[in-house]
């Protein structure tokens, strides 16, 4: 093998023309999905303190960020729902007029190209903020899976073009498939936070869903993150049951997860760059630490080079306009 002074590597490194020309990986908007907050009952956009730029939303203004997302060439949004109601079995999660379903049609009426995606999970209706029905203390998961396929079954009805299940449950996958098939739905994707962990970096997202579980944690269903032979399980178990898209939870910390999942699977993979891992960066590059835009197109080409084939992230917008500049 050549080595040094007859190899220089240096040589491809002389410029940004150079640099470009030999790079490895490439972040495009075309990967980002964008997560959205709509909130019942609210009359203005309410900025969440946790996560400096992003929004409650209004039903009444979705139309018109929905507008600025399109235009700025962002795919897809995901949605998360915050009801005026919640109840034991959070029945506002599948209500045919339930916030969520009400601004999945608004969004298909105000840009019917940019791609709907709803989270399917209990927690943000249910009144202990739990991911599925308690008895006992504790999580049920067979009887949960009735109420989440009824949930992503009332998205797909309202016109998502895709449903996430992100509650962890076992078979909610298969459930999902199984409802949908059988109203004629056979097309509508699925796709699965296979391997979500449980992870602290999910703090400002709960101050923004309003979520927070109100006994006990999620480790009974999230992932203990100090596993990544397990993560594959999900996986295998979520292809098996219909998932069209796998996703790693979160992003940051679980790079070596998403190495080992696009390894691992031909499946798309998406990795999310979740709720404290957007604050983290907002927080240092705000008090001069970092550089928030540096740091973050850095975060996220990592994420890229880790194997992921989407993005879900709250840096989307931001970093479709940095990318046009
Ligand atoms: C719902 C859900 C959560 C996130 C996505 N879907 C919260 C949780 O599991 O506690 C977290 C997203 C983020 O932190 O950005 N279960």
């Known amino acids: 093998m050549s080595t040094f002074p007859t190899v220089r590597l240096r040589r491809t490194r002389q410029n940004e023309t150079l640099r470009s020309l030999v790079r490895e990986t490439h972040l495009a908007v075309e990967q980002l999905v964008y997560p959205l907050f709509i909130a019942e009952g609210l009359n203005e ?53 339930g916030v969520v379903q009400q601004a999945i049609r608004r969004l298909k009426a105000a840009t019917p ?28 998961n067979d009887e949960s899976l009735k109420l989440l396929a009824q949930m992503a079954l009332s998205h797909v009805e309202a016109g998502a073009d895709l449903v996430a299940p992100s509650d962890m449950m076992d078979g ?14 056979s097309q509508a994707p699925i796709m699965a936070y296979s391997a979500k962990y449980a992870s602290g970096f999910y703090g400002p997202f709960r101050e923004a869903a309003g979520s927070a579980p109100q006994f006990g944690d999620r480790r009974s269903y ?57 604050s983290m960066i907002k927080a240092a590059g705000r008090n001069g630490w970092i550089d928030e835009r540096r740091v973050t197109m850095e975060v996220l080409t990592g994420i890229r080079r880790a194997g992921a084939d989407i993005i879900i992230t709250y840096f989307a917008p931001d970093v479709a306009q940095w990318l046009k500049d």
């Open 45 to 97: 956009p309410r900025e969440v303190p946790s996560m400096p730029g992003i929004m409650q939303w209004p039903l009444e203004h979705l139309g018109r960020e929905a507008e600025r997302i399109a235009r700025l060439g962002i795919p897809a949004v995901l949605l998360f729902g915050l009801p005026n109601e919640k109840d034991e079995v959070g029945s506002q999660a599948y209500a045919s007029q």
């Open 113 to 140: 190209d940019l791609l709907v995606i709803t989270d399917v999970c209990l927690c943000e209706y249910t009144s202990h903020g739990h991911c599925g029905v308690i008895h006992n203390g504790d999580v049920q």
């Open 222 to 278: 999230q992932m203990d993150p100090a596993n990544i032979r397990e993560a594959l399980r999900e996986i295998d178990l979520d292809i098996a049951e219909g998932a069209d898209i796998v996703m790693v939870k979160p992003a940051m910390a679980y790079m070596d997860v998403i190495r080992r999942v696009r390894d691992h699977c031909d499946l798309p993979l998406a990795a999310y760059n979740v709720s404290g891992e957007f």
């Open 172 to 185: 909610r996958v298969g459930a999902i498939r199984r409802i949908l098939d059988e109203h004629g739905f």
